[in-house]
C-alpha cells in the first residue's frame, strides 16, 4: 500500500514491480544480481480520484507515455529493497507535484512616481550624452 495523503492511497495490485540488472560500472555484483527496479504505474486503471488523474495526464513529464502509463526506472542503490523504496517515492513525489495548484499570477503596474523617476533619470542621462559632443565654434 502506497499512502499520497491522509485520504488517496494506492494498493499494492495497480503498482507494477519488475527487477531488472542494473545499467553502468558496478563490476561483477551488476551482472549478476538483479537490484534495479522498473516500476509501471497504469493512470487510468488506478484508484485515484479523477482529480489526480488529470493533473497527471497534464504533466509535461518524459516518465509518462501517451497512453497514461508511468514508468520509472530506480537503480541507484546497490540492494533491490533500497531500489524499491525508492521507485515508490519517486511515484508518490509525481503524484504530489501534480496536485500543486499554482498561484494565479497578477499582472502589476509601475507605480506613477516610479515611472517619473526614470522617465527623469533617462532626460538626465540624455544631456549628459548630449554635453559629451564635438564643441562648436561660434
Known amino acids: 500500500m502506497l499512502y499520497i495523503s491522509n485520504n488517496v492511497s494506492l ?42 488523474k488529470e493533473r497527471l495526464l497534464a504533466l509535461k513529464d518524459s516518465r509518462i507515455t501517451a497512453d497514461g502509463i508511468v514508468i520509472i526506472k530506480a537503480q541507484q542503490h546497490r540492494t533491490q529493497e533500497k531500489n524499491r523504496t525508492d521507485a515508490l517515492e519517486r511515484l508518490k513525489t509525481l503524484i504530489l507535484e501534480a496536485t500543486v495548484v499554482q498561484k494565479t499570477r497578477r499582472p502589476t503596474k509601475p507605480s506613477r512616481n516610479s515611472q517619473k523617476r526614470r522617465m527623469d533619470k533617462k532626460t538626465k542621462h540624455s544631456r549628459t550624452k548630449a554635453l559629451r559632443g564635438r564643441v562648436k565654434d561660434g
Open 11 to 52: 494498493s499494492s495490485d495497480e503498482i507494477e514491480l519488475n527487477a531488472i540488472r542494473a545499467q553502468g560500472a558496478g563490476g561483477q555484483n551488476v551482472n549478476k544480481v538483479s537490484s534495479a527496479i522498473h516500476l509501471r504505474f497504469n493512470i487510468h486503471s488506478s484508484s485515484l480520484p479523477y482529480f489526480y
